[in-house]
């Protein structure tokens, strides 16, 4: 796998990549009703959604691919420094994020109940230090799943280069026990847990950290 920024011919299968691995998510099926996640309008709200965090974190120059040896995308991640290129919620309006808020709630998403678990915590809160990264979204080709793709991502990559420009910690979310289970794996420890009352069901928010 070859490691490098994301480019804008990525962006298709970068959205991709980030739809199919979030479609079945708990925190998504949660946030929507049974009816609506089995239509083909959910699978356009999803590509709405991801094609405005892509663009989003692109533009800060924040998206990382892991690439095959003809330069395809197999696994991305959206990264976020709390020092220099910060997300705030000014590039999400300047991509006309607010155009989604009323289709989203439109189809049963109580949004107010979820924003403890979106950009509304600050994960870097979590973690001491002055130098922090937060891993937004990390995704990996279904078809090369359990190849530990994954992990080569964080360990042999991720970590080096947040360490190489001079960052310590690295922070995430999850919201399965599966995930918590693979990122223990990988040297994250939990930093706090949680639950958050969704739409249509409460998940369990996990927070973790590592230093490096």
Not at 67 to 88: C, H, M, T, W, Y
Request: hydrophobic residues 40%; aromatic residues 12%; charged residues 30%.
């Amino acid at each position: 796998m070859d490691f490098r920024s994301g480019l804008n011919s990525d962006k298709p299968q970068i959205i991709n990549l980030l739809v199919d691995s979030f479609k079945e998510y708990i925190t998504t099926k949660n946030m929507f009703q049974q009816e609506f996640r089995s239509s083909a309008k959910f699978d356009k709200l999803l590509r709405k959604y991801f094609e405005l965090e892509v663009n989003v974190f692109m533009k800060k120059g924040l998206v990382y691919v892991g690439a095959d040896g003809k330069g395809k995308p197999r696994a991305v991640a959206l990264i976020e420094f709390n020092q220099g290129k910060q997300i705030s919620n000014w590039d999400y309006l300047s991509m006309d994020g607010l155009k989604l808020l009323p289709e989203i709630i439109k189809n049963g998403f109580n949004g107010f109940n979820a924003f403890d678990i979106f950009k509304f915590e600050d994960l870097f809160d979590k973690v001491k230090g002055k130098k922090k990264c937060a891993v937004e979204y990390l995704a990996v080709d279904k078809k090369l799943r359990g190849q530990g793709i994954g992990s080569k991502m964080l360990n042999n990559h991720i970590s080096p280069y947040v360490k190489k420009i001079g960052y310590r910690n690295i922070i995430l979310e999850t919201n399965t026990q599966k995930n918590v289970k693979f990122y223990k794996k990988n040297n994250f420890s939990v930093r706090s847990v949680k639950k958050v009352n969704l739409s249509h069901g409460d998940v369990k928010d996990w927070v973790l950290a590592k230093t490096i």
